[in-house]
């Protein structure tokens, strides 16, 4: 049986890093690569299958961007019953990868992570993974397990050997001795094994981890020319094939890849954000989202692409180079008698469309504005990724929440806009720490931070969540500049009647029932010369909680969990969620002038049954609406929208 190496992931912007997936020839299935935000989402698009997932191999270094989709993809693991109790890196980003770990202490784990990070040698039946270090970055040799010659059964016939316990001495390599006194040995009826093949994964951010591995890389692999001992065998391994994952910061590609074919000579994938357009890899939600947009095109974005590309030399690609796309799929044969072979996966790419992204700056809206970027809860799937909501007022903006991925998304609605928007935010607001709520929200932070740096006016970025995000943050960051952390406790209503006052706006809590340190939130934007005051509310995760509605009083936006619908009482009970009825109960008491309903659970594929909620009839006087991705909307729009639900149901059914 062959063993099968594809393509998990590649460079775009709905997931930033590459990584591949090998299928073993007995079937334990192992990640290398980097696990940046997306990955997740890919995979399960993919149908990667993850039940025979052994190990993971981390490349590169771990900085956020490329392992910050790690503990999303190690929670869905461990809640299938997968438990990854290793992470490999290379000895130059051991202690940073156990830093990594321990950070992971003080999220809210409904199932904890059980992990550690080695740097050793890994061996089992398969394959015998070696660990490399340039410049701190890890890169690996993999060594595939030669394939125990084929027993000879007529062979050992003809010697005389009689079936049952002598054949099976002689395949556990012991000698029989016959009757007549003859000795017959293994090699008597055992073929040659097959000679094993190498693979190199390595990965050079910098330019400083290339030129040492170009320095480097002959004497190690002259010291494993030979298969190391614990393989039991003295066969040379033979190098088949490298994937070569370059940085953004290395220029200069074709020099670079004549350097590692001259002194290699086997196949090289390459990886370089340069190599590749950028459509959409989500075809099935773009296919979902385009149907919305086509009914209403007010209301649902056209996603940003690009097609700038430099495609590879036809000189280089002539020796066996070419670029690691989605559809990349090699057969590594064992058999050196066989040739390994690249063969076509089926996985179309979505068509790139070069469209110019709709930004409107807050200072030109007409009124606040609400971008639902996530609506899901737990983990993202086809349709829906996990929460997160942007509120827009004249006077800036804040992300309420922030899963997974809601920079790619954003990116996605404003592609080279995308600073534009994150500049004018004003707060990073953080309800409690499962992490489906905030791991998204590092990286806005850190691109906020880079922005700042290139201007010469600086703006500073409120940070409010939980005291253990606020220690999350800090760890992470590689300064705090330009950012002012706030303890959500310390805008508890009873600590401050009046809120934490900032210049533009006010930030009050009070404690949602959920898990310990989650908050709701009341968030006064101020009046402006332009534009009225505007109170939005916004639950998080919680139970119905009269203090909340008492909190956010005449709220004109409340934007609330709806986890659960009507027939699952029970269960929203016993996971401290809300009810669709629920969540409008409070809005009715907090007399809120209008109601976003979202955090949808993901056990609905759709949308669940909303009964007469959204007909003619209904007898809630507020306008209320469902949330769908990355739908985009002014608050005068909520009447609409909500009378478009049968519609975008009917649309959804048709799917």
Excluded at 176 to 187: A, F, M, R, S, Y
Excluded at 425 to 434: A, F, G, K, N, T
Excluded at 488 to 511: E, Q
Excluded at 590 to 608: C, D, F, G, N
Aim: overall charge negative; glycine content about 6%.
């Amino acid at each position: 049986m062959s063993t099968y190496i594809q393509c998990l992931s590649r460079i775009s912007t709905d997931v930033k890093q590459p990584s591949i997936y090998l299928t073993s020839k007995n079937g334990p299935r192992y990640i290398f690569g980097t696990i940046g935000e997306g990955l997740q989402r890919l995979r399960d698009r993919r149908s990667f299958r993850t039940n025979r997932l052994t190990a993971l191999f981390l490349t590169g270094t771990t900085e956020w961007d490329s392992v910050s989709g790690l503990p999303g993809l190690l929670l869905c693991l461990n809640s299938r019953g997968v438990a990854i109790d290793k992470l490999y890196v290379g000895d130059g980003q051991l202690e940073n990868a156990q830093e990594m770990v321990n950070s992971w202490n003080l999220f809210k784990f409904h199932d904890p992570i059980a992990t550690e990070p080695v740097s050793e040698i890994y061996e089992d039946g398969n394959i015998q993974v070696i660990p490399l270090n340039f410049a701190g970055s890890s890169s690996f040799i993999l060594n595939m397990k030669p394939l125990r010659g084929k027993f000879l059964a007529k062979k050992a016939i003809a010697l005389g050997v009689k079936p049952g316990k002598q054949f099976g001495l002689l395949c556990n390599k012991q000698e029989v001795v016959l009757e007549n006194g003859v000795v017959v040995k293994p090699e008597d009826v055992i073929e040659e094994p097959e000679t094993p093949a190498k693979v190199l994964i390595l990965d050079l951010p910098t330019e400083s981890s290339l030129v040492e591995c170009l320095q480097q890389l002959p004497s190690h692999l002259n010291k494993l020319k030979k298969r190391p001992a614990t393989l039991k065998s003295d066969l040379e391994a033979e190098l088949h094939l490298c994937y070569l994952f370059l940085g953004e910061e290395l220029k200069d590609l074709e020099h670079i890849l004549e350097k590692f074919h001259t002194m290699l000579q086997c196949k090289i994938v390459v990886s370089h954000k340069s190599l590749y357009a950028d459509p959409p890899l989500f075809n099935e939600f773009v296919a979902y989202q385009s149907k919305f947009r086509a009914e209403f095109p007010r209301f649902f974005p056209l996603f940003y692409s690009k097609n700038a590309e430099t495609h590879l030399d036809p000189s280089l690609t002539a020796k066996g180079i070419e670029v690691l796309s989605l559809q990349h799929s090699y057969v590594l044969e064992h058999n050196t008698k066989k040739e390994s072979v690249f063969i076509p996966e089926t996985f179309p790419e979505m068509e790139v469309t070069d469209v110019e992204p709709n930004f409107i700056p807050c200072a030109s809206l007409s009124e606040p504005q609400v971008i639902t970027l996530g609506t899901g809860a737990s983990v993202p799937t086809k349709y829906r990724n996990v929460i997160s909501t942007v509120v827009r007022h004249r006077s800036g903006s804040a992300i309420l929440d922030a899963g997974e991925a809601t920079l790619n998304n954003l990116t996605r609605i404003y592609g080279p806009r995308t600073d534009e928007f994150i500049d004018e935010l004003q707060l990073c607001y953080i309800s409690h720490m499962h992490a489906d709520h905030h791991i998204g929200m590092l990286s806005i932070i850190e691109r906020f931070q880079q922005i700042q740096q290139q201007k010469e006016t600086k703006k500073t970025l409120v940070v409010a969540g939980p005291k253990l995000y606020i220690n999350f943050c800090k760890t992470w960051l590689k300064s705090v500049t330009g950012v002012r952390f706030v303890d959500n406790n310390s805008c508890l209503l009873r600590y401050n009647p009046d809120g934490r006052v900032f210049p533009d706006f006010s930030v009050k809590t009070c404690p949602a029932i959920h898990c310990a340190s989650s908050y709701n939130v009341t968030i006064d934007f101020f009046k402006t010369d332009t534009a009225q005051n505007f109170r939005v509310s916004y639950s998080g995760d919680t139970r119905p909680n009269m203090e909340f509605a008492k909190l956010g009083s005449g709220s004109d936006l409340l934007i609330h969990e709806a986890t659960h619908g009507d027939d699952l009482t029970e269960e929203a009970l016993a996971k401290k969620h809300s009810t669709i009825s629920e969540a409008i109960s409070v809005a009715i008491e907090m007399q809120a002038k209008s109601l976003v309903l979202t955090h949808i659970s993901q056990r609905y594929p759709r949308l669940p049954d909303v009964g007469s909620l959204f007909d003619a009839e209904n007898p809630h006087s507020m306008p209320l609406c469902f949330a769908f991705d990355t739908m985009t909307f002014g608050l005068s729009d909520i009447p609409e929208l909500q009378s478009m639900v049968p519609k975008m149901s009917e649309l959804m059914e048709a799917e």
